[in-house]
């Protein structure tokens, strides 16, 4: 495990959301598309509805999808497919 490792916890408890006030964050919608993505910040997110894979530059292709409580870190460089319609809660840090 290095410092641009994506952590993912498949469907946390609702009260570990409740805690994280997921329901407070803001919603990003995507329809499928490809397309390069870098992060700047740190990004934690709950996948609402939809299913995509994201590969790490240089990495293995990681497929997410609705129930996903996600991290990505500062400084990834990778791409998103999106295959199917997204929409999820996200947080910047």
Request: charged letters at 30%; aromatic letters at 12%; one cysteine or more.
């Amino acid at each position: 495990m290095n410092d641009l490792d994506i952590l993912v916890e498949h469907k946390p408890s609702p009260a570990k959301l409740d805690v994280l006030g997921v329901e407070g964050w803001p919603l990003w919608r995507r329809e499928p598309a490809i397309f390069p993505w870098r992060y700047t910040q740190q990004e934690t997110c709950y996948v609402l509805r939809g299913r995509f894979l994201v590969t790490p530059e240089g990495g293995v292709p990681q497929e997410f999808r609705r129930g996903d409580l996600i991290r990505f870190p500062a400084g990834l460089a990778c791409t998103w497919e999106v295959l199917e319609a997204v929409e999820k809660h996200y947080r910047l840090d």
